[in-house]
């Protein structure tokens, strides 16, 4: 996956000489997961920029740099060091379209790696997307498969909106039969899809828990379950059709995310799947999901993290009639 | 006890720095003067140019009759709230004056008389004030940047603009506009140091008029002055009386003249005074005395230039009336314009959030929309 975002990257810069990368350590060093590696190299250093190291001040000046009629793409460190610039992202980049009637859109791309799983120190693997889908301006995406780490970064780049861009970083090292050469094509954001299909209940999920989720499905053949998959690949907005004609087809639905449940993404998932399929649901709508608890210490991430069973658990429950 | 005395504090621990480190800058030059520079009342003011400074005194006293105006509308509820700039009028037009066409503004939320100086109609100037949208006008057409509310945040956008500017070869000076207690925040720090990291074509002017709605400046900062803080990022720092408005124009004409030639960001401070409260919401004399703002009376930005310019000559009674009657227009016009009911179309809420409506938000303003035609039907 970390090869796709790259070349997505690079080649989007190939094409649009408007396309600027910038962040901490993304030149030289290509990025602490080497996500913009060569980068520099190919276009220079005014292309791809180490930046001082103040999250506010990348974000902030990036958006004077979209104001003139650039494409930044903004690298921020880690998932929890995006933090210091949330002034900027919510007061600024989420509005700046409203805020000017439409004059002034912000084409910026935040991407920010995220979510656990790695065994990664404190502050290096929140699961921050329930702040971003929280804020009306921000589109959020999130890729769960090589292709869409492509498709959708260039779609992401290509955006006159701000977009989120959640990198799994569990799934960075993901590897897949794509071929740079020819990337495939993906159906862009806004779009989920069903990445596996089943008959008795619909897991929905995106970015590090798809895998999990494709598993768990696996797994849950043994116990007569045949499990679709969605992958939402985009929180904002938000494919509500595609969801919503899974689950009046499979009459259940499980929400899966490594967020804490409270507030997180699938609270507001299960709320819009009761509204439309309550007469097509057989069991209410579960959630598996992270604890509501700060991201723990790595000797405790497995403990945290929605595993196998845990969803195989919640798939029991789904036998509502007991 | 001194260094020398603590335990272990030997000569074997004292070293010399290692051969590669060397301080990067002669600080002094970048070292602001003890006094705020200034121009008139002085024997610089020989050189005044008479044509600029007639000019001056229009705009100035169009500045004062702008915030009359502005101050009357807000106690007529056509305003929501109004901050002054009176006796910060030299701070606002100079800004504004020495940008070409080209370069960009980015103002604070104070600044709207900067917004207007630089030629936009007062009434788009204070559509955010009235409530009737966020910004009144296109950012890019005048190349103002959306007056910022929250405070310092405007600056790392005017950064950015510059910079990318420059690296599309365009001849573009962005000038940001802070005030003293919005150096406080982290945003000016980060905003200065990617500045003078990039020699990006800025000029950050600070216009330190004494008071963050009322914490005094020796609350905010311990430094000398707010100048000084450009020595630590790199940048000159200048200290300039913000009431003179010879002064500013001169000073804030160096800074952008310097950015535009390459030569990189500079940091002004204008010592001024808020002669008015925070804004019309807000009691100043819970914080300040009658004596202090007396004071600041006998330097008014006003009768300091028409003061210099009838005694030298440039300036007579006709041309002050002229001026007057200049800002009377203004004010009219703007009286009309605000005493116009603003038309606000409540489908707009959902018309700029997005390049492309989300399915949510039409399922949202079709909600609404049926709501006001069940009201229409009422
Ligand atoms: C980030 C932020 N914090 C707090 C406020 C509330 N606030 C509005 S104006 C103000 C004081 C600003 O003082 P100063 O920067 O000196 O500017 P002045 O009002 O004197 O022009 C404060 C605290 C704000 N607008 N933004």
Known sequence: ?322 | MTVQELPGAGASHRSTPPPAWRPRTDAAPLLPDAEPYRVLGTEAADRLDPALMRRCYAELVRGRRYNAQATALTKQGRLAVYPSTVGQEACEIAAAMVLEEQDWLFPSYRDTLAAVARGLDPVQALTLLRGDWHTGYDPREHRIAPLSTPLATQLPHAVGLAHAARLRGDDVVALAMVGDGGTSEGDFHEALNFAAVWQAPVVFLVQNNGFAISVPLAKQTAAPTLAHKGVGYGMPGRLVDGNDIAAMHEVLSEAVRRARAGGGPTLIEAVTYRMEAHTNADDATRYRGDAEVEAWKAHDPIDLLERELTARGILDEAGITAARDEAEAMAASLRDGMNADPVVDPMDLFAHVYAEQTDRLREQAAMLRAELEAEDQA
């Open chain 1, 1 to 322: 996956m970390a090869q796709a975002l790259t070349r997505a990257m690079r080649d989007a810069m190939a094409e649009d000489p408007t396309v600027h990368v910038m962040g901490e350590d993304v030149g030289t060093l290509g990025g602490v997961f080497r996500i913009t590696d060569g980068l520099a190299k190919e276009f220079g250093e005014d292309r791809c920029t180490d930046t001082p190291l103040a999250e506010a001040g990348i974000l902030g000046t990036a958006v004077g740099m979209a104001m003139y009629g650039l494409r930044p793409v903004v690298e921020m460190q880690f998932d929890a060091f995006a933090y210091p610039a949330f002034e900027q992202l919510i007061s600024h980049v989420a509005k700046m379209r409203n805020r000017t009637r439409g004059a002034m859109p912000l084409p910026i791309t935040i991407r920010v790696p995220y979510g656990g799983g790695i065994g990664g120190v404190e502050h290096h693997c929140d699961s921050s997307e329930a702040y971003y889908v929280a804020t009306p301006g921000l589109t959020v995406v999130t890729p769960a498969t090589v292709e869409d780490a492509y498709g959708l970064l260039r779609a992401s780049i290509a955006s006159d909106d701000p977009v989120v861009f959640l990198e799994p970083k569990r799934l960075y090292w993901s590897k897949a039969d794509w071929s740079p050469e020819a990337p495939a094509a993906v159906p862009g954001i806004g779009k989920a899809l069903v990445r596996r299909t089943g008959t008795s209940a619909t897991l929905i999920t995106y970015g590090p828990s798809l895998p999990v989720c494709l598993e768990a499905a696996e797994a849950a053949r043994e116990e007569g379950w045949d499990l679709e998959v969605v992958d939402l690949r985009s929180l904002v907005p938000f494919d509500e059709d595609t969801v919503v004609e899974s689950v009046r087809r499979t009459g259940r639905a499980v929400v899966v995310h490594e967020a804490g449940g409270f507030g997180g993404p699938g609270a507001e998932i299960a709320a819009r799947v009761t509204e439309r399929c309550f007469h097509h649901l057989e069991a209410p709508v579960l959630r598996v999901t992270g604890f509501d608890i700060p991201y723990p210490p790595p000797m405790l991430e497995k403990y945290h993290l929605p595993g196998v069973e845990r969803i195989l658990d919640a798939v029991a429950r789904l036998q509502w009639e007991n």
